[in-house]
């Protein structure tokens, strides 16, 4: 090694640029070259790993589970009437998927890798969305449809979202369900009184059983005695809800579903009792073209009006249905019946019925 003078210093050769001996300069190459090379092999290894992990299947079934649960939250909460449309990955294998106590699982068919997960948030307002498996293909070549072993094979998933309900099947809604009211009704259905009361606009109908309203009242008592309490004149000091059933002597078109309810401090109240028994009436084999909830004064109905009995006490849910709109021919005494005990578990937030119509037990009978 060298040594050179500045200005009555000794520096060593190598401090000084491109002096000294030619091996130094080319140690200095090599290893800035290693350098690069090394940086280099790691950058395409990480390249190489991000590319196989977002093109694996797995990334696709994490990344599929993430999206619709954030779909189905936003569904869940959007206000109004609904139809989204999703175009799913094309997976390389066929992928089944579900919609599960608040869970979105994907699984890939034939497969015995566990379950990929996400959770989405639910209103307890609504009705959990349907848990049918939906089966996503490789192929977009296929036609949406729903067959009879209850799979759907789409090349896009539909949501349709009208009041309570969440299906993937247009034909399982109804336009007319009503988005409820949201607030806490919830008691113990043991320390309630709800009143079932019968309402004729001729006093003759009252002896006429086959009268629908009476029809109603029978198979209510018959299949839900212990919940109900049916009369025709009810004591409202001892009744925390009641339902009127009958013709409110106002014109109504054919397939018209009403519930009028008064405006006073219950209003809330009882707005969410209509919206609910409407949606539980809403069935595929229902006639009806028309339901709507109409809040009313009472203190300007004439004397003679019917609808006079919608006076209530405070904490007092009051609905009155008009049944006018529809001919004894068309009503499912059992499915209404089923409905108004349905809806009495869901404004109070208790459990479901295990519900079985008549029709469904005759078929198993036989």
Sequence with gaps: MGFVSKRGRLVSSRSVPFRGKKGDVMNEFYFILFQLMLVLLVLVALIQYVNLTASGLKFEKRFTSMDLALLATTVQYVPGTLKHIYTPMAFEALIDLEH????????????????????????????????????????????????SDGEITPPYITYYRTGRKIAFDHTEISPFHKNCPVFNTSADLNSKTITISKVFSDPKDER???????KIAQHIAARHRNLFKITKSPDKSESDLIIYVGDSGESRGPGSLVMFIPIDENTLLSRKLACILINDLLTDESYILFSQIMPIYTEHLDKESPLNVLKTKAGQATVFWDISGFT???????????????????????????????????????
């Design 328 to 366: 004894a021919e068309e009503f499912d005494y059992t499915i209404t019946a089923d409905a108004f005990a349905t809806a009495i578990l869901r404004y109070h937030g208790a459990e479901k019925l295990n519900i079985r119509s008549e029709k469904t037990m005759s078929t198993e009978a036989e």
């Design 208 to 214: 006429n059983v086959s009268h629908p309203v009476n």
């Design 100 to 147: 599960i106590n608040n869970t979105v699982y994907i699984n890939q068919k034939d497969s015995d890798l566990p379950s990929i997960v996400f959770w989405f948030l639910s209103d307890i307002n609504r009705d959990p969305i349907d848990d049918r498996p939906i089966r996503l293909t490789g192929t977009r070549a296929s036609e949406g449809g729903i067959f």
